[in-house]
């Protein structure tokens, strides 16, 4: 026991005290805080004025005006101005009183600013429907500047958008833009199409058009989430985001860790050094100390972003979207997640001389692992189907799934978890059986690098 503690701790230390460790840990935190500062000073990418034209060619004759309107610089104004409402809304209180202490509430205007836009001077031309040359107009869609008054779209509005036969449907329209229009001024465009032609259809069926707003028009609210511990405001965003933070710090953790495993066992093997290390302790001490030294380093990982993670929900008040229990469960997926990979990785690394022979055997245990983040949407959004349930008890997919149920909207049964908890346990035991076999046998072999049946008969001959 003694002499796995020494590898154990020898490979712990070799691992944390070198440059490229610390700088790497502490790169992700580095650039974190960077975004959060400095982003805001660089989004200042703010489109030219534009000064053009909208090009319309209605059947009808009923949309000019209320296009027109809709477009004025005004009603844009007023328009950008909700929707800057509703982002300050959306934003937590803390964030906007830590913006405000820290002096950067100006900066955070002139961000918001910049993503509104400038507004625009768009004049509405209608054409004659009746003898418009359509290929022609469009060619004036590449022609002169939007910021001296060319043309930005042609709108071709149907005959039957506005009136439609009996039992039939409406039409709609088609829209024409120059390249590389800005999506803020074409959505406005849209916008300004739309509503005119609602509004056209509604005075055309004879109905007031103010009263059928008032009437479908309800006040936007946010919903409120019932706790044992109270009541909160809901946090849409932290209810996507959650899962994610999760599954990110359980593969970080278990790959970095993992992966050194295999490295510092390729290193060792292919430099001779194991054969000293052989001298001193067997091979099971020697995989054994291995993988206990870098769960360590795996742990210090988990812990560290775990502690960043937990330190900025209390700086921004939101602690409480966060069950403190899952960093237990956390912890426990951990274990198991680490000691499955980390086996296969110290196998691979003792049977291959250099890392790139390396690839062939782990890229099926990286595609393995990176399948519950493929389906990381699907799972968190429906945590009970069968099929979530199912791949919750599949090794080695089973912790980061079941992981990825139990921080979404709607946790599972607490059987089910201990129950893939045991699953995981056991292919654990699985794991280090299958690596310790192929770990003794292949330590002191060179050579032709072995595929999968030749570590089959590994197994079988150790």
Not at 116 to 134: H, N, Q
Not at 154 to 176: I, N, Q, W
Not at 242 to 258: D, N, Q, W
Not at 396 to 423: A, E, Y
Request: aromatic residues 8%.
């Amino acid at each position: 026991m003694n002499k796995i503690f020494r590898v154990a701790l020898r490979e712990f230390l070799a691992t944390v005290a070198t440059k490229g460790f610390i700088i790497g840990v502490l790169i992700t935190p580095a650039l974190i805080g960077m975004l959060i500062v400095v982003m805001p000073l660089l989004i200042n990418e703010r489109p030219p004025k534009v000064d053009g034209e909208l090009a319309l060619v209605d059947p009808t004759g009923l949309l000019l005006t209320q296009v027109q309107d809709y477009l004025t610089p005004e009603k844009i104004a007023e328009r950008r101005g909700e929707l800057k409402q509703r982002i300050e809304e959306a934003t937590p209180e803390a964030l906007r009183q830590l913006s405000k202490r820290s002096g950067s509430s100006a900066i955070t205007e002139q961000a918001t600013a910049s993503l509104l836009g400038d507004l625009p001077a768009i004049r509405v031309v209608r054409l004659p429907a009746d003898t418009v040359d359509l290929e022609a107009e469009k060619t004036r869609l590449h022609e002169g500047s939007i910021q001296e008054g060319g043309r930005l779209a042609l709108a071709v509005v149907h005959e039957d958008a506005v009136r439609r036969e009996p039992g039939g449907k409406y039409g709609s329209y088609d829209l024409y833009v120059r390249g590389k229009l800005d999506d803020r001024l074409e959505d406005e465009l849209k916008g300004a199409l739309r509503h005119a032609i609602v509004e056209t259809r509604i005075r055309t069926e004879g109905l007031d058009p103010e009263r059928i707003h008032a009437l479908t028009d309800i006040e936007r609210v946010r919903s409120t989430t019932v706790t044992e511990q109270g009541e909160r405001q809901t946090n849409e965003i932290a209810n996507i985001l959650l899962p994610a933070g999760f599954m990110v710090l359980l593969l970080v953790s278990v790959f970095t860790s993992g992966q050194q495993i295999m490295t510092s066992t390729i290193e060792e093997k292919s430099s001779r050094v194991v054969e000293l290390l052989l001298s001193a302790v067997s091979p099971l001490q020697l995989m054994t100390g291995k993988i206990v030294g870098q769960m360590c380093v795996g742990f210090l990982i988990l812990a560290l972003y775990s502690g960043m993670g937990i330190v900025a929900l209390v700086q921004f008040a939101m602690l409480g979207v966060l069950d403190l229990s899952l960093l237990f469960y956390l912890f426990l997926f951990y274990l198991i997640a680490y000691f499955i990979v980390g086996s296969l990785m110290a196998a691979v690394g003792a049977a291959v001389n250099e890392v790139r022979e390396a690839q062939t055997l782990m890229t099926p245990i990286m595609v393995t692992m990176m399948i519950p983040w493929m389906l990381w949407m699907p799972i968190t959004r429906d945590p009970n189907s069968v099929f979530a349930t199912v791949i919750s008890f599949v090794p080695p997919l089973n912790t980061f799934v079941m992981l990825l149920r139990m921080t979404s909207t709607t946790p599972p049964p607490l059987w089910q978890v201990w129950l893939s908890i045991l699953v995981g346990v056991a292919s654990v035991y699985g794991a280090l059986w299958f690596a310790a076999k192929v770990f003794r046998v292949g330590l002191l072999m060179f050579g032709k690098p072995p595929n999968f049946a030749t570590l089959v008969r590994w197994v079988r001959m150790a």
